[in-house]
């Protein structure tokens, strides 16, 4: 994918500098006490359940013995899990309250050839989701070097005017105001402006 590709879209952009999440070592007593926790059961409650004593699973959760097989198996019957989910790294726990406020007007703009992008909620880093709105420029196919296609799914609502949804497995599509679609972007895909004033389009991607 060429730097020119990708300077026309955003999303491909943040895709592109993402940085890689670390995997943390599995804590096998950690991921226990979510299970157990989870499922509303005390230690005595999972010992009745699994068979096996109260200070064992203890020490299981506080990673001071590691448990055979064969414990495994009771703790997955008795907790009545598969025994894989075991072996699932615990989730992180994420602070909530996360916010980014973007006045009309004062997102971040990123024109191209075929778009004016104006990128919201620019303040927040590693989002899950990267909102923007865009003009639609391009009047025809041509306008194009080639189709667009990035990792995710992506949502599109046209906010004003008519464009025309192309895609390589669809036929093109053509869509109005308060219209909307969900489409997967590693299909190639573009639009182009079919009214008099270039189309304006809300763009969500997701990772």
């Known amino acids: 994918m060429n730097d020119d590709i990708q300077d026309e879209y955003p999303s491909m952009t943040v895709a592109k500098e993402a940085q890689e999440q670390t995997i943390e070592p599995l804590k096998l007593g950690q991921r226990l006490?979510?299970?157990?926790?989870?499922?509303?059961?005390?230690l005595e409650d999972a010992s009745k359940r699994t068979g096996l004593a109260r200070s064992t699973l203890s020490k299981i959760e506080n990673e001071q013995i590691s448990p055979?097989?064969?414990?495994?198996?009771?703790?997955a019957n008795g907790l009545q899990i598969d025994m894989p989910q075991l072996f699932e790294?615990?989730?992180k726990k994420v602070a909530a309250g996360r916010r980014d406020f973007?006045?009309?007007?004062q997102g971040k703009p990123h024109p191209t050839s075929t778009y004016e992008h104006e990128l919201l909620a620019v303040q927040l880093s590693n989002k899950k989701m990267m909102p923007f709105k865009s003009r639609i420029r391009a009047r025809s196919f041509e306008d194009y070097s080639d189709w667009i296609r990035h990792d995710g799914e992506e949502f599109?609502?046209?906010l004003e005017g008519q464009v025309t949804f192309h895609s390589e497995f669809y036929e093109p599509m053509l869509m109005n105001e308060g219209d909307s679609v969900y489409y997967d972007a590693n299909m190639g895909h573009m639009l182009t402006s079919t009214s008099e004033e270039d189309a304006l389009i809300l763009w969500v991607t997701a990772k």
């Open 102 to 105: 973007t006045l009309k007007g």
């Open 89 to 91: 790294p615990p989730k």
């Open 156 to 158: 599109l609502l046209i």
């Open 68 to 75: 055979t097989f064969q414990a495994m198996q009771k703790l």
């Open 33 to 42: 006490k979510e299970v157990r926790t989870n499922l509303g059961l005390t």
